[in-house]
């Protein structure tokens, strides 16, 4: 028999609790209260937890240090049993607890049997979510950081490639492509500041709460919290097994890691349209239609803005699950994995699609200047060169809005008027031959150098800020 089937038959994979019950469970209702197929991905998680307490057991003296050992040495055997899958989770057990404590069991009998003295499955799977979070949060922010990573690449390389900037979706004023990129990789920033943020606030183990009150054993929270990288305890044991904050929190901070990269899908959407034509995304990136021969379409970045909605629904199945429960643990808290892990999964493989799809595409620098060209969106330039001359910003206002009214009556641009008609439909010969390079394109956008602006070199100064924030 191989070791993969005694780890199942072994008997001890009865629900933990059976002892209390003459009758077994319908299998139904089995069914119907496991969380297995979810909280199975927590089970190195889960190991690491065990090896802490029952080391923590062994020091304290509450079982003999030897047989603390012996758990702790099968315990790190079934993990890698379980990585190398010599070891098949058992679909059947109730939960991950139950299953890894049963292997466990099957193996070292009695010595197996002392592993949950002075813990419950309420302290041991807040536990497990936050070792959990605690690793796979940081991947999140890494493919952040490698998204940011490739918008400043394409950035650098497009510090003077001008294009519109839009408001209301009208044209509005020249920037640069770099300018429009850092302005995403500057909301990105901020997901990886709001994922730091609740990092620190689950960096506190919630093991010793016991079911609700602690224990009467004397164990050591803090020895196993400093085990396990903690950098504290939580204060109530109540608390620490009814809380779920931070599951609200992070599935939060994926919500809004979403709408950023779905209003960016969005753009991408827009930009990709023969209308607009200022980016040209790479076939591997791209799909064709089952009907249209000619079809290629921006199906990833669709499909990034749509599964946005499923991480907000996450998000809304965990307040809604939350509100109104008492204290302490209540078994509703199971529901909380399902939402949490698939708002991880979602918005991590978003992430990363969406960076391969980003850097992948071509940029179709001519149709971005055109879109500078027609649509006066030279105009506060030539307002702010009144102003400079003299003219009260209001009354330059007027006097532009009103050259661009005649301009539009025949059909031309600011830019293209001589100097004696752009005096003619402005009224005012304060106007000189300086005025042409100021309304340019290329340096209405150059001459915005306040700060975060799409000047060049203060574009450069932000790419300088994010490239040591990444690092
Ligand atoms: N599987 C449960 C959960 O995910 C933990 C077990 C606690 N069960 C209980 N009956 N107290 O929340």
Request: glycine share 6%; aromatic share 6%.
């Amino acid at each position: 028999m191989s070791e993969k089937k005694s780890a199942v038959d072994g008997g001890n994979h009865a629900a933990l609790w059976h002892g209390r019950f003459a009758e077994g469970p319908d299998a139904e209702a089995v069914a119907f209260e496991t969380s297995i197929h979810v909280d199975s991905r927590m089970a190195l998680d889960d190991i690491r937890g065990s090896i802490a307490h029952a080391s923590m057991l062994g020091k304290t003296g509450i079982i003999p240090a030897n047989e603390a050992d012996e758990i702790a040495a099968e315990l790190a055997k079934i993990a890698v049993e379980i990585k190398t899958g010599k070891i098949e989770i058992d679909t059947s057990a109730e939960d991950i607890h139950s299953f890894i404590e049963g292997v466990l069991t099957d193996r070292l009998g009695d010595i197996g049997r002392k592993l949950h003295t002075g813990r419950s499955r309420n302290d041991q799977i807040a536990l497990d979510e936050r070792l959990y979070l605690k690793h796979a949060v940081p991947d999140l922010r890494k493919a952040v950081t490698d998204l940011i990573a490739a918008l400043i690449d394409i950035a650098e390389k497009n510090l003077n490639t001008l294009m519109s900037g839009y408001t209301h979706m009208q044209r509005a004023q020249p920037i640069t492509l770099a300018h429009h990129l850092c302005a995403w990789s500057q909301m990105l920033v901020r997901d990886c500041c709001r994922l730091d943020d609740a990092l620190k606030r689950i960096d506190f183990s919630p093991l010793g709460s016991g079911a609700l009150a602690g224990s009467s054993l004397p164990i050591n929270r803090e020895m196993t919290a400093k085990d396990l990288d903690f950098s504290g305890v939580t204060p109530n044991s109540l608390d620490s097994v009814a809380d779920r904050d931070y599951c609200i929190e992070f599935t939060s901070c994926f919500s809004i890691l979403m709408t950023h990269l779905s209003r960016f899908s969005e753009e991408v959407i827009i930009w990709s349209t023969e209308e607009f034509k200022f980016i040209e995304l790479s076939e591997k990136w791209s799909t064709g239609s089952s009907i249209m021969p000619q079809k290629k379409n921006p199906d990833f970045a669709e499909l990034i803005r749509g599964r946005t909605g499923r991480v907000y629904g996450n998000l809304m199945v965990l307040l809604t699950m939350m509100k109104g429960l008492p204290l302490s643990y209540n078994r509703d808290l199971q529901e909380d994995k399902q939402s949490l892990f698939e708002a991880y999964d979602t918005v991590l493989s978003c992430v990363r699609i969406f960076t391969y799809m980003i850097s992948s595409a071509r940029w179709n620098k001519e149709r971005m200047k055109a879109s500078c060209v027609g649509g006066y969106a030279n105009a506060t330039d030539l307002a702010d060169y009144l102003v400079r001359k003299g003219m009260p910003f209001r009354t330059a206002h007027a006097v532009v809005a009103g050259a661009v009214r005649k301009c539009i009556e025949k059909r031309k641009n600011l830019e293209d008027l001589t100097l004696s008609e752009l005096r003619e439909v402005t009224g005012t010969d304060l106007i000189c031959n300086d005025v042409f390079e100021k309304i340019d394109p290329y340096m209405c956008a150059e001459s915005r150098r306040t700060t975060g602006g799409p000047a060049q070199d203060k574009v450069r100064e932000h790419i300088i800020e994010l490239k040591r924030f990444i690092k």
